[in-house]
């Protein structure tokens, strides 16, 4: 069979591999999309190996179940599956408790689960073996939407549904960011709350492509834009600010728009530091502000964004490319060329 692999630190190719064989608790999946994500970008411009050599690309994967161990339970061959991407041991008070995203099986505390993708083999190919308790049902739902569930949906959604406290009638979410990721994170919120939807980025194309779907829509680099986000509010701020870029100039500007007591949540991964500051006049942080990094999220909440999907109530930008493009479908992510979340369909 046909997979994308990293060969080599900087190269990325289609080869031709063995169809894989399946151990205890696995079942094979018959890839029909799989998500394209900047990490895949990330992992063959790196100037070291992010993943280890000869690992198939693909964390987001959608398909239907081709075989099953002898030992699997309750799935059966024709199935359509979504696959969850947080592969935890599932046995740790963590994982017990439902949060398989924060499991204490990793090896450390800055250690993450193990992944498709990224430390086994992932999606970008035509069957990929898969624990049968880490998938979700996906009958009924657009195989190139269900693909990209488990990241670009999945991500926003643990970091809205934590908070939903806060997102009462009445209140404003700031998404700052809104590629991928961030327009998943203005359905969701549009779907699953009654707040105001801000959206925030520095291009004007990516701020257009969801200008029918948010409630304001303000350019990054505008020097008045803390300033129309806290005239949109009434002065108070934003209850919710969600930062898919996770810059400098993004957390800055994240502390001087949130309310009092209302929380920063983090997925973006663009090396930045927030300054916190404790002075009792401060000018950069209200009282009461959380402030967190957020990781994947849950089973439950990949069992319920699947749900929404099924529903029809994510509207999302989705640019599908057929798996024989894969490498092009690479090449326009890191060029910015994909206006919404790139998936490789069959």
């Not at 086994?120 to 657009?142: I, K, Q």
């Not at 029918?212 to 934003?238: E, F, K, M, Q």
């Not at 870029?245 to 007591?261: E, F």
């Amino acid at each position: 069979m046909r997979a994308i692999k990293l060969t080599e630190v900087g190269t990325v190719r289609e080869v031709e591999v063995d169809r894989p064989r399946l151990q205890h608790g696995e079942i094979l999946v018959q890839v029909t999309a799989a998500g394209v994500c900047k990490t895949d970008v990330s992992v063959r411009s790196a100037d070291r190996a992010l993943v280890p050599l000869g690992t198939t690309l693909g964390h987001e994967i959608a398909g239907v179940v081709a075989e099953v161990a002898d030992d699997v339970e309750g799935t059966t061959v024709g199935d359509a599956v979504v696959v969850y991407p947080v592969w935890a041991c599932g046995v740790c008070v963590m994982c017990v408790d439902g949060r398989q995203n924060a499991c204490r099986s990793t090896g450390g505390r800055l250690r993450v689960p193990s992944a498709p993708g990224m430390s086994h083999d992932g999606g970008m190919a035509e069957f990929v073996a898969v624990p049968a308790r880490w998938t979700v049902s996906a009958h009924d739902v657009d195989p190139a939407l269900a693909a990209v569930l488990p990241d670009a949906g999945l991500v926003p959604y643990h970091a809205v549904s934590t908070q939903l406290h806060l997102l009462r009638p009445g209140s404003t979410a700031v998404v700052v960011g809104v590629g991928g990721l961030g327009q998943f994170a203005v359905a969701i919120l549009r779907a699953i709350t009654p707040a105001r939807i801000i959206a925030v980025d520095a291009s004007p194309r990516s701020l257009e492509a969801v200008g029918g779907r948010v409630d304001l829509a303000v350019n990054s680099t505008d020097p008045d834009a803390v300033t129309r986000i806290l005239d949109a509010t009434g002065g108070h701020g934003a209850e919710l600010v969600l930062d898919f870029v996770g810059a400098d100039a993004t957390l800055a500007l994240d502390g001087r728009v949130v309310a009092p007591y209302g929380a920063i949540r983090v997925p973006g991964l663009g090396g930045g530091v927030f300054e916190f500051e404790t002075a009792q006049q401060s000018r950069k942080l209200p009282f009461g502000t959380t402030l967190a990094r957020t990781y994947s999220g849950t089973l439950r909440d990949l069992v319920e964004l699947v749900e929404l999907a099924r529903a029809g109530r994510l509207d999302v930008d989705l640019v599908r490319y057929p798996f024989s493009d894969a490498l092009q479908a690479l090449d326009d992510l890191a060029r910015g060329d994909v206006r919404g979340r790139a998936v490789l369909i069959r």
